[in-house]
């Protein structure tokens, strides 16, 4: 019980911090990222369908996109995904592809993405810590039903609480290098 205990809450913890990263590499920051496109949805023969199953995506500078479609006859409901989903780039379509330039961030929108990152770290602590007491409750479930002595508890505690904590600093060195990252102009 108890390897398994531990096991499953770094796995669970480690779930989280993945889950961080992709939040984080949705956030605009002054290069264009392919990623920032993963939320677009096409309408595609009467499916949405994420742009990069419709079309190949690329960054050809750090400030650009190139959306090939598949198809040439969805390249005008790309289009239209795009406008819609307000991103704040205006697509360029030249009959075969689609270019869009990534507007310059503003030092009032950087602080502004600074603290919507911050906000969606704290919530990757919160899940950690979330994780931690589910573990630590089941600790104590051991204890209580005599499975697990005093000494073996104290001891599970301990390592899940280091486990607790080193994935706590993950999530805070994530953090500081978005921030870093969102900050550079």
């Not at 002595?149 to 607790?164: G, H, P």
Request: hydrophobic fraction near 35%.
């Amino acid at each position: 019980m108890s390897a398994t205990v531990q096991k499953t809450v770094e796995a669970e913890m480690k779930k989280s911090l993945e889950a961080l990263s992709n939040e984080l590499s949705k956030i605009r920051t002054g290069r264009a990222n392919v990623q920032m496109l993963d939320a677009i949805r096409v309408d595609y023969y009467g499916n949405q369908s994420p742009i990069s199953q419709v079309a190949a995506v690329s960054c050809p500078d750090a400030r650009s996109f190139l959306i090939s479609p598949w198809e040439s006859s969805v390249l005008k409901d790309i289009e239209a995904a795009i406008v819609k989903s307000n991103l704040g780039m205006a697509p360029m379509n030249d009959g075969k592809v689609i270019r869009m330039r990534l507007p310059e961030l503003t030092e009032e929108r950087r602080k502004e993405l600074v603290k919507h990152a911050k906000k969606i770290i704290e919530e990757a602590r919160v899940s950690i810590r979330m994780k931690r007491r589910d573990a630590n409750e089941e600790l104590k479930k051991g204890l209580k039903e005599k499975t697990l002595s005093e000494d073996e508890f104290k001891k599970l505690s301990d390592s899940i609480q280091k486990v607790t904590d080193d994935f706590i600093s993950k999530v805070d060195k994530v953090g500081e290098d978005k921030e870093k990252e969102i900050m550079t102009v």
